[in-house]
């Protein structure tokens, strides 16, 4: 079944304390990008990466750290997680740049930083 | 810069009665549009898109048309059920191949 494979679904931390959220696509896509959905501001988007080793900011990347060393695979870090980067993520991939083609979404990361 | 906007919520109805949920853009150029869905605990999914102007996307009873005249995208559905309860997207596709998404339109409808 192709999907997009977000982990973990729910996470509580603390202030400061390092955390990664991992991301998988069984799709081979080349775009990948991650989203946070915050009430009364819709989605929006963190960072993006158009293929292998190639990323760029969204519009809220202040924070957030990415990496893209496999197709598959675009883990999210917070190298020193704030209260104010507690939402909901999403992860998303899509084939080619296009801004036709449609993104698949995971099912979301809520993330609690106390 | 492109940005979404989309009818403020939550919007309640009963089962069977129409839906409409404007939206409206601002872009250079001619992006594709799209309408997404998410359900209580999911992910978004794609529920229909348009690529052109006068294009209709369609899907699971629920409609929306390309209006390049009035920059609008409306979601219309004529007779909505209880399982189409959930928050509507609307979004436009940006020139880095992302998505640039209304602020979401919750939608209830009582049995």
């Known amino acids: 079944e192709a999907q997009v494979t977000q982990n973990p679904r729910y996470l509580i931390t603390v202030t400061g304390k390092k955390l990664t959220v991992t991301c998988s696509q069984n799709m081979n896509h080349e775009y990948m990008s991650w989203y946070r959905q915050d009430p009364g501001l819709g989605l929006r988007q963190i960072y993006y990466s158009m293929n292998v080793e190639v990323t760029d900011k969204g519009d809220v990347p202040e924070g957030y750290k990415v990496s893209r060393k496999e197709k598959r695979n675009f883990p999210l870090i917070l190298e020193s997680p704030s209260p104010n980067q507690t939402s909901l993520y999403f992860c998303?991939?899509?084939?080619?740049?296009?801004?036709?083609?449609?993104?698949?979404f995971g099912d979301g990361t809520r993330l609690s930083i106390l | 810069g492109n940005s979404v906007t989309q009818m403020e919520g939550p919007v309640t109805l009963s089962e069977e009665a129409f839906l409409t949920i404007n939206c409206t853009y601002t872009?250079?150029?001619?992006?594709?549009l799209f309408w997404y869905v998410q359900y209580p605990g999911e992910g978004l999914q794609l529920l229909l898109k348009?690529?052109?102007?006068?294009d209709k996307g369609s899907n699971k009873g629920f409609e929306a048309t390309y209006r390049k005249e009035t920059t609008s995208f409306h979601l219309e559905k004529g007779s909505v059920q209880v399982s189409d309860s959930a928050v509507y997207f609307c979004?436009?596709?940006?020139?880095?191949?992302?998505?640039?998404f209304g602020k979401g339109t919750k939608l209830s409808v009582k049995p």
């Open positions: 348009a690529t052109k102007a006068d």
């Open positions: 979004a436009l596709g940006g020139s880095q191949g992302n998505l640039i």
């Open positions: 998303a991939s899509k084939s080619g740049t296009v801004s036709n083609q449609p993104q698949h």
């Open positions: 872009a250079t150029g001619y992006p594709s």
